[in-house]
């Protein structure tokens, strides 16, 4: 189970640096660092049962038992304050995106970041395509479209005007 957090905790710091655009934030790889500490602090806790259990020492079992009794009741706490606080998280991502799509002008940093991330999760915009009209690069080109990225991927010809909202 170590191992499995370790990796999870990995691959989200490496998955950050994709995305780090979207995070005004630096606290956002903050969840990594944690899943990697828990990581350790279960090994550690692995190796106190294995060695109780070997023993045979009560004590040491004890103890296991209640590390164990605290690392759940702390899951329980995170999953709690995860679900009262997930709209919190939405509208700040939501507010961050929309400054980084305001920023959009296809040449700089802030566009490749939006650029990839519609391409990845085959979207477009904050919430939808409509998203486009109210930035800086929609009433500066004044072609009444969207960037490419926004087009689907099995559309061939695409060229993001929005009175073709069906290739998007």
Known sequence: AAAGLSYVGAYVINAYKS???FMQDKYALLPA???????VVMFIIGLIGCCATFR?????????????????IAEVSAFVLGFVYREKVKTD??????SVFEKYDGKN???AVVDYLQA????????NYSDWTNTQWFNSTGNNSVPLSCC???MKNCTGRLDQPQEL
């Open 56 to 72: 045979e020492s009560r004590v040491g079992l004890g103890l296991f038992l209640a590390i164990i009794l605290v690392i759940f």
């Open 152 to 154: 689907r991927q099995d």
């Open 93 to 98: 991502v939501q507010g961050t995106m929309s």
């Open 109 to 111: 940093p802030e566009s």
């Open 19 to 21: 995305y780090d655009n």
């Open 33 to 39: 660092v944690i899943i990697i500490c828990v990581a």
């Open 120 to 127: 990845q999760l085959h979207c477009c915009g904050v919430k």
